[in-house]
């Protein structure tokens, strides 16, 4: 058990609390879906669901297939939100892996519509920057992924974990710490995962889903964005861009540069690696750190966030001022 979990204490009884009262809950996880944030809501889904809860999940966009797994555990294939219906109606709203209210996108302004006397809003999350936005925040910074927090609830209350929420979880934390290979890997996140695996997880196959599911058309893109590389700041900084015709030459879009940064992190003796893509009028930047800056101030003072060894933030001009913009930030840090 982390020792945050004695330091959240009242959240967690206000949690209880609201979960044990409420019939009807609303799973919301961010844009650009990770197997962190889609696993930690179907392995909710499923717990709740297992206890005789009403749940309803969406998300915003087609699941990319290397986290399809989170979506089949499930006995209904999660519906799209369009950020249309009015979410009043149910009892509680939960909010998993979502640093702040934006990260809910299209599903922002309904929520933030929410009054708490009639929807309780939960936040779950593990981003150091959360911004507390829910009525009940349970932040657990020290935890490598959201599901990792899921699954200590659900030992805490000695609720028991059914093989179709274990699978999800585990995907969660296997795809949060890069199956056991990023800085945030620890002996706990390890033992839940072995805890899970006695449940009867196969996490062979579950890095077959995450990493031997390849899409040629995003190789095609990787290709591309690999051969744009570039070094700065003496080599400390690696950065690769993609282009609206990037996506469309391979027949690709924004939702398939998952993991493309990870080639700029690691190049030899370099500490960022980034990756600017353009998406609809402005550019997303994406972070990724080796051993000492963080990223996630310096994505900060572009309006984003994230983690130290990993964050994000979306610029609203053209990609070249972008990288322009970015680059001197990061060099005067790196
Ligand atoms: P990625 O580069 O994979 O899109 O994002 C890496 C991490 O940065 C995410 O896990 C998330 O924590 C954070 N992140 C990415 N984009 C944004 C953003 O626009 N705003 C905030 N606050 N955090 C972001
Ligand atoms: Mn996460």
């Keep these: 058990m982390r020792p945050s979990f004695s330091r959240d204490r009242s959240e967690i009884s206000a949690l209880e609390r609201t979960i044990a009262r409420g019939g009807s809950f609303f ?11 889609l696993g930690s809501m179907a392995g909710l889904y499923n717990l709740l669901s ?7 999940m969406a998300v915003y ?7 399809q797994l989170a979506a089949d555990s499930m006995e209904e294939e999660p519906g799209l939100y369009s950020g249309a219906a009015d979410l009043s109606s149910f009892d509680a709203v939960i909010a998993l892996d979502c640093s702040d209210r ?9 929520v933030a519509d929410l009054d708490p006397e009639e929807t ?3 936040n779950i999350d593990h981003h150091e920057d959360n911004t507390h936005f829910g009525g009940i925040n349970l932040v657990v910074e020290e935890a490598a992924a959201t599901g990792e927090i899921i699954f200590d609830l659900a030992r805490n209350w000695n609720w028991t974990i059914p093989l179709n929420s274990a699978r999800p979880l585990a995907l969660a934390m296997l795809a949060d710490t890069g199956f056991f290979r990023y800085s945030n890997t620890d002996r706990d996140v390890m033992k ?4 899970l695996m006695d449940i009867g997880v196969d996490i062979y196959q579950i890095n077959r889903d995450l990493y031997g599911r390849k899409d040629p058309r995003i190789l095609k893109l990787t290709g591309r964005a690999l051969s744009s590389l570039e070094l700065a700041a003496e080599g400390k ?9 990037d996506y469309t030459r391979t027949g690709t879009g924004p939702q398939d540069r998952e993991g493309i940064v990870n080639y700029a992190r690691d190049v030899e ?3 960022a690696g980034l990756l600017f893509s353009e998406e609809d009028s402005g550019v997303k930047v994406s972070f990724r750190s080796n051993s000492y800056l963080s990223v996630n101030s310096i994505a900060a003072e572009f309006g984003g966030g994230g983690h130290p060894r990993a964050a994000g933030c979306r610029l609203e001009m053209e990609i070249e001022e972008a990288v322009e913009k970015v680059l001197a930030e990061v060099k005067k840090n790196v």
């Design 120 to 122: 309780a809003l939960i």
């Design 269 to 271: 003796d370099v500490e």
């Design 237 to 245: 900084i690696a950065y690769m861009v993609l282009r609206n015709e």
């Design 50 to 56: 297992g206890r005789g809860k009403d749940v309803t």
């Design 102 to 110: 934006k990260r809910l996108g299209p599903a922002s302004g309904a």
């Design 192 to 195: 839940k995962v072995m805890e």
């Design 61 to 67: 966009e087609e699941i990319p297939r290397q986290f």
């Design 27 to 37: 799973l919301l996880g961010h844009e650009n879906p990770d197997g962190d944030c």
